[in-house]
């Protein structure tokens, strides 16, 4: 077959792993070699300060050996197979680069023969970019579960980020979808990762020439809707992977129906309202102080589609409120609804050297029609104090402005042609 069509089959069957957004990493190497992770270019990801970044995003192959009920992929489904070599896959990395198309790789692949030696070609790539064509751009790796340990370490030393796709959100919900897979091989290697990358910070900080072990971190992804867990254990499961796994990034791909399995939902369109509000609840998690028990709970197991999930949680929580904006600290500001990281640093920064005025707060940054229902602002209320619950949430339906058309934003081209 020839590597163009083999490039049309692969991409497109990676189009369904949504974790490869890069780091932006900086990585060392001869001025000589060839990329750079810190340049700009053509933009289909985003980098975590912000810039739009371009990466090949294929697999290896897509002849998998495992029978996933929700893979595109699954042996059973009758799709054409194509696998590349090592040496084709750096080829193409080094051609697309050259042309200015991608300034890094993001390589997957399906099980083929065994799980190690799966990883032990993607590895090559990796070794073959790094050693002999001295490649310094980005590389995000994913780790087939159930491959040996050394080929986990010998991945995270030749990329940037390596990922373990945990799949699903339940071990009950592996046996029946993907019996084939079991938690233990999934969690396996996120915990060595987590291990080494914390070994390699602490060699880094000894001696400046230690090796750099997956110097962007790992993520790992999950299928939301293909099995019945609600929000709720989903939140419990990301929470205890960023705790206990030095984890980077969850991504929530909302469940899209790619083949016919009577173990699968009949769903109308992909969940991917709930998807967005997932990683709105994440993000509280993981930078506003949140634990998953405040956003949720037994009683309330799911996210409320009508708000965002802080605002949801302010609704609840009517005790807490109003917030003086000239006092309160940068955690209690986080707890606003409107208040954002950037603005609540803003807020402690300007505090320094006069009191906040209601006038300054949108020059801050501070989303007023959500914050003014929750704020005062040297003694004074935007809104009137103690109004009804029923009231509050009516006007802040009414005061938020459209939301985005989340049934198509997430759509990949060709899913349902």
């Known amino acids: 077959m020839e590597t163009l069509s083999k490039l049309q089959i692969l991409s497109g069957a990676a ?14 190497g001869p001025a000589c070699g060839t990329g750079n992770t810190s340049n700009g270019g053509i933009c289909h990801s985003w980098s975590d300060d912000g810039r739009c970044i371009s990466l090949l995003k294929i697999l290896l192959s897509n002849d998998c050996r495992y029978d996933c009920a929700y893979c595109v992929n699954r042996s059973s489904n009758s799709v054409e197979r194509a696998s590349f070599t090592a040496r084709e896959v750096v080829d193409l990395t080094l051609d697309f680069y050259r042309r200015n198309y991608i300034e890094g790789l993001f390589l997957s692949s399906a099980v083929m023969v ?12 990796a070794e073959i970019l790094r050693t002999e064509e001295h490649f310094g751009g980005y590389i995000h790796m994913k780790i087939i579960p159930g491959s040996s340990s050394e080929l986990v370490r010998k991945a995270g030393l030749y990329a940037d980020r390596i990922s373990v796709n945990i799949e699903l959100p339940s071990q009950t919900s592996l046996q029946r979808l993907a019996p084939q897979k079991h938690k233990d091989a999934i969690l396996a290697p996120m915990a060595l990762i987590g291990r080494e990358i914390a070994s390699s910070l602490v060699e880094r900080k000894a001696s400046r020439r230690a090796p750099r072990f997956a110097p962007a971190g790992q993520s790992t992804q999950m299928i939301i809707g293909a099995s019945p867990e609600n929000d709720f254990q989903i939140l419990c499961l990301s929470q205890g992977l960023y705790k206990k796994m030095n984890l980077k990034r969850v991504y929530y791909s909302a469940y899209v129906p790619v083949s016919d399995d009577n173990r699968l939902p009949v769903l109308a369109a992909p969940p991917l309202l709930r998807e967005h509000r997932l990683y709105q609840a994440d993000w509280l998690l993981r930078f506003y102080g949140f634990s ?33 904006i000239n006092r309160a600290d940068y955690g209690t500001l986080l707890r606003v609804p409107g208040i954002g990281v950037v603005s609540a640093r803003r807020i402690i920064a300007a505090r320094r050297f006069s009191a906040i ?8 940054g501070v989303v007023m029609k959500r914050a003014k229902y929750f704020i005062t602002c040297s003694g004074r209320s935007f809104e009137k104090p103690d109004r009804p619950a029923a009231l509050l949430r009516q006007q802040l339906l009414l005061g938020e402005s459209p939301a985005p058309a989340l049934s198509t934003q997430l759509v990949l081209p060709g899913i349902f042609s």
């Open 15 to 28: 189009r369904y792993d949504a974790s490869c957004a890069s780091s932006g990493s900086k990585r060392e």
């Open 357 to 364: 005025t209601p006038e300054g707060m949108k020059k801050i």
């Open 114 to 125: 065994s799980p190690d030696h799966t990883m032990e070609r993607m590895v090559r790539v």
């Open 292 to 324: 998953a028990e405040e956003i949720l709970s037994d009683e309330a197991p799911n996210l409320d589609e009508s708000f965002d999930p802080k605002t949801a949680w302010a609704l609840r929580h009517p005790e807490f409120f109003p917030i003086e």
